[in-house]
């Protein structure tokens, strides 16, 4: 069986975003990792309407051309890291709508997130993780929390992510976490397919 693949979703997509950083930073660690394949999906790159399509597409096709694509581009990955920018505790607008356009592509596979902001994106990583289990998505329990002082000191280049020991322990557990679910709920999700050609013939 391939590898897994995990994408690094960039959950901000405004031009003054921090969230270059975090993507960055985790992205080349989780590449480091021998059992996983990993690709940065940034949202600016998926122009995606506010939702505006007849019902989830778990229950109607989506009409949307960017909607479908997404879809497909989602489907395409075993699990998923996002970083996770806090807006009024929550998650961004442009992540949950995005999150929202794709339904069951999420299924069975684990999420992990890098949270920054005054607690670390803490708030918006616990409504994350309740929005994950209802896609029936794996939200596993490592996580990256950048808090505020080490947030400031590398938005204002006095520190670097990669200079934080604290911050690369906590993102080598969250890669080795999303790395093991990926590969067991892949192997799963596989046998599954297996049984149900099976079934059908
Ligand atoms: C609309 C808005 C609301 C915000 N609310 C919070 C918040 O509730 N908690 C927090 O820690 N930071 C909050 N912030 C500050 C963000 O943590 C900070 O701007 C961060 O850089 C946002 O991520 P981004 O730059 O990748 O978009 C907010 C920022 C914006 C723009």
């Known amino acids: 069986m391939s590898k897994p693949k995990i994408a690094i979703v960039v959950g901000s997509t405004r031009a003054a975003r921090f969230a270059d950083a975090p993507t960055q ?9 021998a059992d996983i394949d990993v690709e ?12 505006d399509e007849v019902a989830s597409s778990a229950w109607a096709p989506s ?11 989602v489907a395409g990955f075993d699990g998923f890291i996002f970083t996770a920018a806090e807006y009024n505790h929550a998650p961004t607008a442009v992540l949950k709508n995005a999150i929202d356009y794709a339904a069951n592509e999420w299924n069975k596979k684990p999420a992990g997130f890098v949270g920054y902001g005054s607690v670390g994106g803490a708030r918006a990583v616990e409504q994350l993780r309740l929005i994950a289990v209802e896609l029936q998505m794996a939200p596993v329990k490592s996580a990256v929390h950048i808090a505020w002082g080490d947030f400031l000191a590398v938005r204002q280049g006095e520190k670097k992510l990669e200079d934080i020991e604290h ?6 557990a969250l890669v080795n976490d999303v790395a093991w679910w990926a590969k067991v709920l892949k192997a799963a999700r596989a046998a599954d397919a297996i049984a149900g050609e099976a079934q059908a013939a």
Not at 25 to 33: E, L, V
Not at 40 to 51: A, G, I, T
Not at 64 to 70: C, D, H, I, S, T
Request: net charge positive; no cysteine; proline share 5%.
């Open 63 to 73: 009409q949307n051309e960017v909607a479908q694509r997404w879809q497909k581009k």
């Open 167 to 172: 911050l690369n322990q906590a993102a080598a």
């Open 40 to 51: 940065v999906v940034d949202l600016r790159d998926w122009p995606l309407p506010f939702f």
């Open 25 to 33: 930073w985790i992205a080349k660690i989780a590449k480091t990792h």
